[in-house]
């Protein structure tokens, strides 16, 4: 079991910058994590994700903006989001990937409203 619990969302107006992070507890090791995100309205989509070898892949709305990064002695895993748009307005949820299973945590909200 994994246990994971994200925090670090809240309002920013366009233009600025926010930090998420995810800490994952439990005794299963995880390979991969990822941020998905999910506006009111509309399916949950990728965002990020990062390999225990620390590959990352970025969805092409956030490349350039987004920076994920891990700390796999400390089981966490964050989301530096720069230049951050209205459009990115969502419910942002950290999962692991073990070698059995997916795991979520809560979901952590950003809105970007000026």
């Known amino acids: 079991q994994v246990q994971l619990v994200e925090s670090g969302g809240g309002l920013v107006q366009p233009g600025g910058s926010l930090r998420l992070s995810c800490a994952a507890s439990?005794?299963?090791?995880?390979?991969?994590m990822r941020w998905y995100r999910q506006a009111p309205g509309k399916e949950r989509e990728f965002v990020a994700t990062?390999?225990?070898?620390?590959?990352?892949e970025y969805a092409p709305a956030v490349k350039g903006r987004f920076t994920i990064s891990r700390d796999n002695a400390k089981n966490t895993m964050s989301l530096q989001m720069n230049s951050l748009e209205p459009e990115d307005t969502a419910v942002y949820y950290c999962?692991?990937?073990?070698?059995?299973?997916?795991?979520w945590g809560q979901g952590t909200q950003v809105t970007v409203s000026s």
């Open positions: 439990g005794s299963v090791s995880v390979k991969v």
């Open positions: 990062i390999s225990r070898d620390g590959s990352t």
């Open positions: 999962n692991a990937l073990t070698s059995a299973h997916s795991y």
